[in-house]
C-alpha cells in the first residue's frame, strides 16, 4: 500500500507541481511559448517511462503525446501560447463530445468501454454475459446516464479550462488548471464506481454481470 501511495504522489508531483515549477524557472530566459513546451517535458517522460516499463500506452501518454502534436501545431501556426494552454482541454473536451454524440446510437460509447473490460477479466463468459444484460431496460438506462455524466463532465471541464487560459494569467493557470482536472475526472471516476456498486447492491436486472461468476 505505501508503494502504491507512493507512487501516485510521484505522478500528481511529475503532472501538477514540475510543470508550474519548469515553466516559472524557463518563461525568464525563453519566454511564454518557450517555458510552456518546457512545461510538457516532465509529463512525457513520465508517460514514455510508463510505456517502457508497462509495455503498453495509457491515457496519460496519449493525452500527453497528442499535446505534443498540437504544441507543434500552435508552432507552426506562429506559436500561440495559449492555445499551448489549453491543449489538453481540447482533447478531453473531443473525448467528452464523443461521449454525449455516442448517445444518439443504440450502443453508446461506455457500452464498448465496459463490455471489454468485463471480456477482459472473464474471457470465456465476459462478452456473453455483458450482451445479456444490455437487452433489459434499467441495464440500458444506466450505460446511457454513465455516458451523459462523463460526456458533460469532460465537456465542462474543457470549456472552464479554456476560458481560464484565456482570462487569467499563465502562471496562475498552469498552477490551478491541472489540478482542476483531476479533480472533475476523478469525481467522475468516484461517481461512476459509486453508481456501479450500487448496481451491483440492488441485485436487479440493472446490475452488472460479474467477472467471478461461474
Known amino acids: 500500500m505505501k508503494k502504491q501511495h507512493l507512487r501516485i504522489a510521484a505522478e500528481l508531483a511529475v503532472n501538477l507541481c514540475l510543470p508550474w515549477l519548469s515553466y516559472t524557472l524557463a518563461e525568464p530566459h525563453y519566454g511564454e511559448f518557450g517555458a510552456l513546451l518546457i512545461s510538457s517535458i516532465p509529463p512525457l517522460l513520465w508517460s514514455l517511462g510508463e510505456l517502457a516499463w508497462h509495455r503498453r500506452i495509457d491515457a496519460l501518454s496519449m493525452l500527453?503525446?497528442?499535446?505534443?502534436?498540437?504544441?507543434?501545431?500552435?508552432?507552426?501556426?506562429?506559436?500561440?501560447a495559449r492555445l499551448l494552454l489549453v491543449r489538453e482541454s481540447l482533447i478531453s473536451g473531443l473525448i467528452g463530445l464523443v461521449f454525449l454524440i455516442s448517445l444518439l446510437f443504440k450502443r453508446p460509447l461506455v457500452y464498448f468501454l465496459a463490455r471489454a473490460t468485463?471480456?477482459?477479466?472473464?474471457?470465456?463468459?465476459?462478452?456473453?454475459?455483458?450482451h445479456t444484460w444490455w437487452q433489459n431496460p434499467p441495464a440500458q438506462r444506466a450505460i446511457r446516464g454513465i455516458t451523459g455524466v462523463w460526456g458533460l463532465g469532460l465537456t465542462f471541464e474543457a470549456t472552464l479550462r479554456i476560458w481560464l487560459a484565456f482570462h487569467w494569467p499563465t502562471e496562475?493557470?498552469?498552477?490551478?488548471?491541472?489540478?482542476?482536472?483531476?479533480?472533475?475526472?476523478?469525481?467522475?471516476?468516484?461517481?461512476?464506481?459509486?453508481?456501479?456498486?450500487?448496481?451491483?447492491?440492488?441485485?436487479t436486472d440493472a446490475s452488472p454481470p460479474s467477472v467471478n461468476s461461474e
Open 172 to 203: 496562475r493557470v498552469l498552477a490551478i488548471a491541472p489540478a482542476l482536472g483531476y479533480l472533475i475526472t476523478g469525481g467522475l471516476g468516484l461517481w461512476t464506481f459509486w453508481r456501479v456498486r450500487s448496481l451491483k447492491n440492488r441485485r
Open 64 to 80: 500527453v503525446l497528442a499535446g505534443i502534436v498540437l504544441s507543434a501545431l500552435a508552432m507552426a501556426l506562429g506559436g500561440d
Open 118 to 130: 468485463v471480456t477482459r477479466q472473464n474471457a470465456e463468459n465476459g462478452a456473453t454475459g455483458f
